[in-house]
T-cell receptor, first 115, second 113 residues
Framework: KNQVEQSPQSLIILEGKNCTLQ??????????LRWYKQDTGRGPVSLTI?????NTKSNRRYTATLDADTKQSSLHITASQLSDSASYIC??????????????FGTGTQLKVEL | KAGVTQTPRYLIKTRGQQVTLSCSPI?????VSWYQQTPGQGLQFLFE???????NKGNFPGRFSGRQFSNSRSEMNVSTLELGDSALYLC????????????FGQGTRLTVV
């Protein structure tokens, strides 16, 4: 069964500090891995998308890593801001016979940035 | 370029009723997928449509159905609503499939009373 597990479940950090969120997956066949940021009551917004051959990708203060051998990914947030307070969701895409893909979602890490 | 538009944003229905939600994808996108998000289960995949055909389906009962029109707009229908169907329903559009970049709408908040 395809699964995506994220840790920690929630995190509180002070503004300006860095943090790292973890994602472990058992999805096959692996197609790509994405990190999304979701503000409360809104739809998720894509931060990064990585394929099998990519092991790091950055988007402004967000840097995602992927280790396809250990099936682990991390999202590092640098110099956090109050606006980073949100749920961060790891999503893994698996190829499906006949075309298309199926997404498996992690339950997210709820990040709160405080003054 | 307009984003993914979902209507309505909020909806209150009574148990046993049916509901239809609408999703207009980004212009040129042909894949539309639907998701249910609840506090307990997180985001769960419902189904994906491409060129008016359902291409993938998640593990939801037959009460959940959808369709896609020739202009790529999609609707999702839930019949015989149950209290547990209360959730945020999100749709996402992609150029070709969910394997490419998926853009989400703001969602429809459905409350079943």
């Amino acid at each position: 069964k395809n699964q995506v597990e994220q840790s920690p479940q929630s995190l509180i950090i002070l503004e300006g500090k860095n943090c790292t969120l973890q994602c472990n997956y058992t999805v096959s066949p692996f197609s790509n891995l994405r990190w999304y940021k979701q503000d409360t009551g809104r739809g998720p917004v894509s931060l990064t998308i990585m394929t099998f051959s990519e092991n790091t990708k950055s988007n402004r203060r967000y840097t995602a890593t992927l280790d396809a051998d250990t099936k682990q990914s991390s999202l590092h947030i640098t110099a956090s801001q109050l606006s980073d307070s949100a749920s961060y969701i790891c999503v893994v895409s698996a190829g499906v016979t006949g075309g298309g893909n199926k997404l498996t979602f992690g339950t997210g890490t709820q990040l709160k940035v405080e003054l | 370029k307009a984003g993914v538009t979902q209507t309505p944003r909020y909806l209150i229905k009574t148990r046993g009723q049916q509901v239809t939600l609408s999703c207009s994808p980004i212009s040129g996108h042909r894949s539309v997928s639907w998701y249910q998000q609840t506090p307990g289960q997180g985001l769960q995949f419902l189904f994906e449509y491409f060129s008016e055909t359902q291409r993938n389906k998640g593990n939801f009962p037959g009460r959940f159905s959808g369709r896609q029109f020739s202009n790529s707009r999609s609707e999702m229908n839930v019949s015989t609503l149950e209290l547990g169907d209360s959730a945020l329903y999100l749709c996402a559009s992609s150029w070709v499939s969910v394997n490419t970049e998926a853009f989400f709408g703001q969602g429809t908040r459905l409350t079943v009373v």
